[in-house]
């Protein structure tokens, strides 16, 4: 396991706004925003902070949670970056359209995040990708690998051998959605599938904030919420298919790349997370004690780690193009 330095977090005052192509200044550096902007015909909310001519770490959050999982990261880096995380459609505070009239897919989500970041001018940025930020992350990479200075991945699979025992129920429903929606809604979706998300198999479980499932079972109760997160899952199966053309990406671009990773994560097994290195010799492998929300118990070490390897980039300061 990896040792570093545990390092207090910074205050941050909290303001709100709709704040379209707002600039922050050197003194506001610290300060926690809560943005949304139309982008596509969609309301798409935002936290932001550091100033806008530093360089950018673009955040993207995993399932079923929303920014919010960054609020304690993001003002640990926000002194020498530009730290944004966007919720995608039918998560947190963005707009949740019916899937009548949306297709949730991960190509569409990537494409409504590519849309934000250009609507952002973000020239170049590092991604930081949790779960469902790696299917979107790597869409972004591959369709700018221009963009990219560098990769930070929590606890997201891009090879087979990170899908743990889980996914039996899992690939089942993809081989048979109807079939199998029950026994995913209690794999997937359920009070108990959350609360075992986060905790997994980490013998402190009294180190975990109840608060956490417990509002993202609220988010998941949420009308029409269910069907929106079914057929996004049922769409994973695009990732897996997918993983091949991201590990060429990786081979062929040789981003900066750190993984940190919860080895009491439930669904994605540690073997996924030095599977990295076969396609990045160099990548930065640290496992953690920690669960598949690694900032849950562990955000110090987790903030440590990142501002290590964003310090190591010599990242040139980004002019954002509005």
Known sequence: ????????????AVTAGDGRNATLHQGDAMTMTYRTI???????????????????VLLLHGFPSSSRMYDRLMPELAAHYHVIAPDYPGFGHSDAPSPDHFAYTFDHLADVMDAF?????LQHYVLFVQDYGGPVGFRLALAHPERIQGIVVQNAVAHEEGLGPLWLTRRQYWA?????????????????????????????????DPDLWTDESAFLSRPGED????????????NVASYPAWQAYLR??????????????????????WAYQRDVPAAQVHILDAGHFAMDTM???VAALTRQFL????????????
């Open 1 to 12: 396991m990896a040792a570093c330095a545990v390092l207090g977090m910074h205050a941050a």
């Open 38 to 56: 139309s982008v596509q015909g969609l309301h798409i909310f935002y936290r932001e902070a550091g100033r806008a001519d530093a360089p950018v």
């Open 117 to 121: 970041a250009q609507q952002l001018g």
């Open 176 to 208: 048979d959605r109807s079939a199998y929606a029950d026994k995913l809604r209690a794999n997937l979706i359920s009070f108990d599938a959350a609360k075992q998300r986060h905790v997994g198999t980490d013998p402190h479980p009294e180190r975990y």
């Open 227 to 238: 069907r929106i997160q079914e057929d996004l899952f049922y769409d994973y199966r695009t």
């Open 252 to 273: 062929a671009h040789r981003p900066p790349l750190l993984v940190i990773w919860g080895k009491y994560d439930p669904s994605f097994t540690v073997a996924g997370a």
């Open 299 to 301: 955000n110090p070490e």
């Open 311 to 322: 310090d190591g980039l010599h990242l040139p300061a980004d002019k954002p193009s509005h």
